[in-house]
Nanobody
């Protein structure tokens, strides 16, 4: 089965930047759309961004538009989330997920999930 491993999380001050990576193994990502989600303690998981299987289409939650950028490199079987102008409310565990659909939908059902990486934004 497909395995997804997130990395790149950490501690950053407000206004700072981080780049998250989602590395896949077991299956190629060529035909899978990828989504990024986040979940803060005691809160529901929310969709952040997604990208279509070939990278032609992207979508973002309103809360991160203009600050986050999703991209993918199918040759490396990796998806990225560049996060700029980070705010304390961005603090959460961030997960990447894959679905057997070419199209990108932020808050949809996904078939495979990573273990998550912690992002903490605080001064």
């Amino acid at each position: 089965q497909l395995q997804l491993v997130e990395s790149g999380g950490g501690f950053v001050q407000p206004g700072g930047s981080l780049r998250l990576s989602c590395a896949a193994s077991g299956l190629t990502l060529d035909y899978l759309a990828i989504g990024w989600f986040r979940q803060a303690p005691g809160k529901e998981r929310e969709g952040v961004s997604c990208i279509s299987s070939r990278g032609g289409s992207t979508n973002y939650a309103d809360s991160v538009k203009g600050r986050f950028t999703i991209s993918r490199d199918n040759a490396k079987n990796t998806v990225y989330l560049q996060m700029n102008s980070l705010k304390p409310e961005d603090t959460a565990v961030y997960y990447c997920a894959a679905r057997w659909q070419a199209m990108c939908v932020v808050n949809a059902d996904y078939d495979y999930w990573g273990q998550g990486t912690q992002v903490t934004v605080s001064s």
